[in-house]
């Protein structure tokens, strides 16, 4: 079984809808990540978490809301969805007392599409 | 923040190639990793290297975090190899990851 899970894998929605993608992991790791990866570019990172009381805003934040329900888990929202939101959404961990410190490992992807 | 630049952006090869992606970045690192992004979107960590050189198998890595860059080889490049490399970056100064914009890579047969 996969490490970092993600759910959808793929969704189509229409502007104005609230939608929210789930990410879990078994790998144990304090931190996680959301993502964001546009077409043609590198990830910017949306929201991150150290732990469940532990939550900060990325690069590119506005729009979007995240909850850490448990270590294992951690949802990113999008409010009101609007067209230039449709990108993949990649969430990570890490666990910076592991061996190789920060390391992140990534979850499938969520292909999202806003009409 | 901290400026990334991976070079080239895209690069074509003949299947047995080998080739040199490089990245740049602005500022000192606790973290650098490579990862490879498959043709279906699956990000593939390659190497944890904030300094000195790793190897595994037909891929290795080398930072100079002195430098403020580092290189990925692949030798002996095979169609499987195709897809977008990434270099990520996170700063001394702070908690994120930040990406550069990749290098395509196709390995034509």
């Known amino acids: 079984d996969a490490d970092v899970t993600q759910t959808p894998r793929n969704r189509i929605t229409k502007t104005g809808k609230r939608i929210m993608l789930e990410c879990s992991q078994t790998?144990?790791?304090?931190?996680m990540y959301w993502y964001r990866q546009d077409p043609g570019l590198g990830l910017q990172l949306i929201y991150y978490?150290?732990?469940?009381?532990?939550?900060n805003k990325g690069e590119i934040s506005d729009g979007y809301s995240v909850s850490r329900q448990a270590q294992a888990k951690f949802s990113l929202s999008l409010e009101s969805a609007i067209p230039n939101q449709t990108a993949l959404y990649f969430c990570?961990?890490?666990?910076?007392?592991?061996?190789?410190?920060?390391?992140?490992?990534f979850g499938p992807g969520t292909r999202l599409t806003v009409l | 923040g901290i400026q990334v630049e991976q070079s080239p952006p895209d690069l074509i090869l003949q299947e047995g190639a080998n080739s040199t992606l490089r990245c740049n970045f602005s500022?000192?690192?606790?973290?650098l990793q490579w990862f490879h992004q498959n043709p279906w979107g699956q990000l593939i960590n390659l190497f944890y290297?904030?300094?000195g050189t790793k190897q595994n198998g037909r891929l290795s890595a080398t930072t100079v975090a002195t430098e403020r860059y580092s290189l990925l080889y692949i030798s002996s490049s095979q169609t499987t190899d195709s897809g977008v490399y990434f270099c990520?970056?996170?700063?001394?100064?702070?908690?994120?990851?930040?990406f550069g914009t990749g290098t395509s890579l196709t390995v034509i047969p």
């Open positions: 990570a961990t890490s666990d910076p007392s592991g061996g190789e410190l920060g390391t992140q490992y």
């Open positions: 790998k144990g790791h304090d931190r």
């Open positions: 978490s150290f732990d469940v009381k532990d939550i």
């Open positions: 500022d000192s690192v606790n973290n």
């Open positions: 290297i904030p300094s």
């Open positions: 990520a970056v996170e700063p001394h100064t702070g908690n994120q990851f930040y």
